[in-house]
């Protein structure tokens, strides 16, 4: 689950303030066995699928519809044929039709992702359908359902296992990074101290985008599970019903812990490009910290006062570790008891994945036109907020699908 529970920066994480000005809720790792070479230290941990709402409402109020009218006045753009693809454009924006958001000129990811990274929850929303995940950056998603606030209720209580939060005071996005990095240098160590953590933010630089994602939990596989000494990397999600989802909804699942695992394997193995994540996210890597994240840091036994030598212990700590097992493991749980449904082992694709991962990032950087999901698949529309609208809808008007899902979907979930 972990960018879930909000995850979403998928699928409950704490929301910390936009304004610097005011406390941010961060978490101090408490293993349950007390070490006295593992000191405590703030983690705070995101939620990258509410960042990710905020940020898409914000830019779609801001700017689609000026970006839209700027590119039927121009010059530029009224070439043949042209003309009538952009008037079309801003025609299906009044309606709030699908394919409102294809005549743009800049990508999903300057538009929506400016200065962010992408978070797991991003590329496996992407593979569910691509339409709808282009609707939900310019028009917004539905509110929180019951089953959505219930899912999340469930991975906060489970944090809550290993970790306990206080409030820290953050005055400027270098704090802000610093405590996320903190974040998972404290997973890492409760990892290697007690042999599990939960919800390990981690953040990585993988073919040529930033990606962030929060690993629901990490383990030591037991010799009976795995002969491989790498982590376990599991993935939990909460069930309204005691029965497992159709295929699509498990293959999605399967595509997220396996994203988790090449982003683990590539923090653990390659240079992380310090220079071009001050240059990217806009930080300064000289700032000093405030005084409240430096006590902490502090607390923490780790001798850093700027956000430059946090992003170095964050770097050599990964580098500590081996690369995640190659066995990966998908947990459903019913929300009524808390009852285990079934827990899927299966081996890592590495092909599989990146094929995955380009077809999704080609989708960010609008390399193409988003597509409709297969028609073999279109029962999804069932539990979509934009199929009224959607052309690739069987049913359009009213959809009344053929194949009876039996899990709605993640940007829904």
Known sequence: MAESPSE????????????????????ISTPKSH??????????IVSEEEMAILDAALAATRSFLPSAIRSASSPSRLLAGETSRTLRSVTMLSK???????????????????????????????????KQMENVLCFGRRKVS????????????????VVKKVRVKVESNEDKWALKLLSSIAGVNQFLFEGRTRELLILGFVGGQWIIGIIDEVRKASPEESSDIGPLLTDTKTRGRDTLPAEPQRRNGRLQVMLYKLLWDTVVKEEFPTGWFFEYFSLDRHFVLSQDVRNNIANAGIPAQTLE??????????????????????????????SIIAEIRFPHDHEW??????????????????????EEERWKC?????????????????PTSSSPPRESPPLAS
């Open 146 to 161: 019951k089953a959505m606030k219930l899912g999340q209720a469930r991975h906060l209580e489970l944090e809550e296992e």
């Open 8 to 27: 979403s920066t998928s699928d409950s994480p704490t929301t910390t303030s936009s304004n610097p000005d005011q406390s941010a809720t961060v978490a």
């Open 35 to 44: 070490h006295a070479s593992f000191p405590e230290i703030p983690i705070e």
């Open 353 to 374: 994945v990146m094929s995955k991962y380009r077809e999704a990032i080609g989708f960010w950087r609008s390399e193409r036109e988003a597509e409709y999901t297969p």
């Open 96 to 130: 709030r039709k699908l394919s409102a958001c294809s005549d743009i000129e800049d990508s999903y990811l300057h538009r929506f992702r400016r200065n962010q990274a992408l978070g797991v929850t991003d590329l496996t929303g992407t593979e569910w359908c691509e």
């Open 309 to 338: 030598e946090i992003v170095r212990y964050y770097e050599n700590t990964f580098k500590m570790l081996p690369i995640a097992n190659d066995q990966l493991l998908l947990r459903y749980e019913f929300q009524k008891d808390q």
């Open 382 to 398: 069932r539990y979509c907020q934009f199929a009224k609208s959607c052309p690739g809808n069987p049913s359009f008007e009213s």
